[in-house]
């Protein structure tokens, strides 16, 4: 079988964990956790990290961090996973959704000014399977209407936007170390902001805004949250961002060979890379168009039948129950790509071979 995307382990991971349970430095304090911080602060080119359970919790804690609730509206695309719009919801606040592009199928940021009301606090961009959002565009909105700009770079961590690493552009960037992302701890999160301030917030209200008396008491001058990621968990995410540029190297080489072997597939149509993007091809995906012989569906039932692991792009969130009563602007992209989008096997180790045998069956059903 080829799977759609495993994790990578092969660096120091058994040592750094071993060392967390021979030191008994389990939980969340050590210097594993400080030590994750630091690096990843300064492979992203942050100012201030803060790490968390996941990244979930670090999009939450970044609403959290800059105030917003009840009666605040945040703009999101509705191609995305569900967690950045859950997070609004668990704030209090209001999703309103936004279009997609066809070529990057991240949100449509000249689509975004049309949403603006005097509620919105937010922009939301989610930088969807690796492509960055064109953030230059997304700022400037940001700076006429005085918003603030919260990343989901969940799914684009190492990838850049006119050099800049995706969730360091806006106020705050939140990114995911779940399984099968590009480096992993299990479960787990990053905060990012090139503020202190926010930052240092941030990290205080993911310790439940615990601050120790002289007496060693708990005192807590606000509500909190326990955001915070253990020890163990932080030593294995250390080893993982050793490796990093490694696996977006592959990442990108992967890509690149399947976009040379798709490029002529009637029918097939291969993600776009603006000019300014630097795409980490967290995973790499198509489009199946309509001179194609078969449907998206079809197409990824004969995948399966030859061993390979596919998965169609995210449904629209804003026809799901939760959320089919909020605002939402033309969403015709976004309709079209989720019904034709597919994401490819993208692992790290995936092999020339591997690619291949995926390509082949793709050339094999083309007309
Ligand atoms: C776009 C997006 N946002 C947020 C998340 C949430 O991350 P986590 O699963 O670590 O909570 C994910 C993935 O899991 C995601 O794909």
């Known amino acids: 079988m080829i799977p759609l995307c495993i994790p990578e382990i092969r660096g120091n991971e058994w040592k750094y964990v071993k060392d967390c349970i021979d030191t008994s430095w389990v939980s969340s304090v050590g210097s594993y956790v400080d030590l994750f911080e630091e690096k990843f602060a300064e492979y992203v080119n942050g100012q201030k990290a803060v790490v968390t359970m996941n990244g979930t919790a670090a999009l939450q804690l970044a609403l959290v961090t800059l105030g917003i609730g009840e009666e605040d509206e945040v703009i999101v695309p509705s191609m995305t996973f569900i967690s950045p719009i859950n997070t609004i919801k668990y704030v209090g606040a ?17 689509k975004i000014e049309e949403l603006i009301t005097p509620k919105t606090k937010v922009i ?3 930088h969807i399977y690796g492509h960055p959002v064109d953030m230059d ?4 909105i940001a700076a ?6 919260i990343e989901d770079a969940t799914e684009s961590l190492g990838s850049t936007y006119k050099g800049r690493m995706t969730g360091t552009i806006g106020h705050i960037g939140a990114y995911s170390f779940n399984g099968n992302k590009l480096i992993t701890t299990g479960a787990g999160g990053m905060l990012v902001t090139n503020d202190l301030e926010l930052g ?27 955001f915070r990621m253990p020890n163990l968990l932080a030593a294995f995410g250390v080893a993982q961002l050793e490796n990093i540029v490694e696996y977006i190297k592959a990442k990108r080489k ?6 040379e072997l798709l490029k002529d597939i009637k029918g097939i149509t291969l993600s776009g890379e603006r000019e300014w ?4 091809y967290w995973l790499y995906s198509i489009l199946v168009e309509d001179d194609y012989r078969l449907s998206r569906d079809e197409l990824m039932a004969k995948l399966e039948e030859e061993g390979i692991q596919t998965r169609p792009f995210f449904m629209a969130v804003h026809e799901m129950p939760p959320y089919k009563e909020c ?12 019904s034709r989008g597919i994401n490819l096997p993208s692992s790290v180790s995936l092999t020339k071979e591997q690619i291949e045998t995926v390509c082949n069956v793709i050339k094999k059903y083309s007309k």
């Open 94 to 110: 209001t999703p309103v959704f936004c279009d997609c592009c066809r070529d990057t199928f991240v949100m449509d940021a000249e």
């Open 124 to 126: 939301m961009p989610v």
């Open 137 to 140: 565009k997304v700022m400037e």
């Open 144 to 149: 006429k209407y005085n918003l603030y700009v």
């Open 200 to 226: 240092n917030r941030a990290k205080y209200l993911s310790n439940q805004t615990k601050t120790i008396l002289d007496n060693k008491g708990c005192y807590h001058e606000e509500m909190g949250y326990n």
């Open 254 to 259: 992967n890509a690149a060979y399947y976009n």
């Open 277 to 280: 993007a630097e795409n980490c």
């Open 327 to 338: 605002k939402h602007g033309n969403m015709s992209v976004t309709k079209e790509l989720c």
